[in-house]
């Protein structure tokens, strides 16, 4: 055992493991928070799931611009300090949030934090994609998974509690955990940025932004951006909207849904590593397929089961799909990205999270206050059918290229 983990701990870079640790505390603080932030919402305020979803849409929009500004940055000044002005950030939000006593302040200050916090996401995943060579992306953004999911271990089960006594601690909680690993981010992360490979002529802020135009006109990875759109505007309802589901329609309590969720993690822990080092053999645009295809299974289940047993087994289903589609779409990412403006690709990638996140928790309220609830997950399963076609057609179109190619047999 203990050989093992030597070995898997040889496979990357030292710089790997520091991003991989920091990332590991600051999910946790943020897995404390956001399972049950509809929750919260719906609770403390009195208002409908509707209300709820607009709010979550306009933390999205102002999470898209502050996440474009961030990808431009990253690739002018580098990653460190964009991620570390992230961390701050979201430790004051979360202090401010706690105490907001009124709607209205909440929904402006829930804008301002969706437009700052958000401009370290695209750093983050570029410092990655910087540290790892190409043949080792996968199995690096894997372990991001499973790292991400033992914090998915701890942090909805403490969610849960905390949140059956006082909401105020899930948003303490994540503040501390923040400025904890923007400390050990500030002492222990260096500067990952490449160097140019030849001298040139240094941009300007406004020409590193209008750089996106670039990433904008590259039709075939807009159409891969738009395949994605459809399968994470279902994924994304674990988040959103399955907790208010389960409590209103199946009146599952926090503690509950807390072990849902973790379920997911500990699937993940177990055999994330496995499943990347197995997939990574095989085209990634079919990948994308068979993830959206368990999406598609799992997503559906939540329409017409209705024991808390069947809930976990719909969320292991989905669980197969995130092991399959996270590692090969961030993979995917990078690799129709420019080395010189991959910060830039992966904020334009974060559309594929961004967008869901202005429209399904909205219009999975509109559904959850006018119609039956169980709707919602058909026409997620719908989504998937949709999103399966586009990843198939782009295998077809794209799947011969060099860059597209399966990683070698190690």
């Known amino acids: 055992m203990l050989a093992s983990l030597k070995k898997t701990y040889d496979q990357f870079p030292p710089t790997f493991w520091v991003v991989a640790g920091t990332h590991f505390i600051d999910v946790i603080g943020n897995t404390l928070l956001m399972p049950f932030f509809a929750l919260y919402v719906t609770q403390k305020f009195g208002v409908g799931m509707t209300q709820a ?7 999205s929009i102002a999470g898209l611009i502050g996440s474009t500004i961030g990808g431009a940055l990253a690739d002018r000044f580098g990653r460190r300090g964009i991620i570390l002005f992230g961390l701050v950030v979201s430790a004051l939000s979360g202090l401010t949030l706690g105490f907001v006593n009124k709607f209205y302040l909440f929904y402006s200050v829930n804008i301002f934090v969706g437009l700052l916090s958000s401009a370290a996401y695209p ?16 199995e690096g953004f894997g372990m991001m998974r499973v790292i991400s999911n033992f914090a998915w271990i701890i942090g909805p089960t403490m969610g849960g509690f905390l949140a059956a006594y006082n909401f105020l601690y899930l948003f303490l909680g994540d503040a501390v955990l923040s400025i904890i690993t923007a400390l050990l981010v500030f002492r222990l992360l260096p500067e990952t ?26 039709r075939p990875y807009f159409a891969f951006i738009f395949a994605s759109i459809l399968m994470i505007l279902v994924y994304q309802q674990m988040y959103s909207s399955l907790s208010v589901y389960l409590r209103d329609v199946h009146h599952v309590d ?12 500990v699937t993940v822990v177990l055999f994330q590593f496995w499943v990347t080092r197995v997939i990574k053999k095989y085209p990634p645009f079919l ?4 993830a959206t295809f368990f999406y598609m299974i799992g997503f559906t289940m939540y329409g017409f089961v209705a024991t808390i047993p069947l809930f976990i087994l719909a969320m292991v289903i989905v669980t197969i799909g995130e092991m399959v589609g996270m590692p090969t779409s961030n993979v995917l990412a990078a690799s129709f990205a420019p080395e010189e403006m991959r910060a830039r690709y992966m904020a334009v990638f974060g559309l594929t999270w961004t967008v869901p996140s202005m ?7 509109l559904v959850f ?3 039956n609830p169980n709707y919602v997950w058909y026409i997620g ?14 295998h077809i179109r794209l799947g011969s290229k060099p860059k597209f190619q399966p990683a070698k047999a190690d």
């Open 193 to 218: 940025k490449p160097q140019p490979k030849e001298k040139a002529e240094e941009e300007s802020i406004w020409q590193t932004l209008s750089g996106y135009r670039v990433a904008l006109l590259d």
């Open 53 to 59: 979803g607009i709010l979550l849409a306009t933390n």
């Open 123 to 138: 750093a983050h995943n570029a410092m990655i994609a910087d540290i790892l060579p190409a043949e080792k992306r996968a």
């Open 359 to 365: 429209i399904g928790p909205w219009a999975a309220g």
């Open 287 to 290: 990948m994308m397929v068979v």
């Open 381 to 394: 399963g719908v989504l998937c059918v949709v999103a399966m076609l586009a990843f198939y057609f782009l």
């Open 369 to 371: 206050d006018n119609y």
């Open 254 to 265: 926090p503690q509950f849904y807390g072990l849902i969720m973790s379920s997911s993690a």
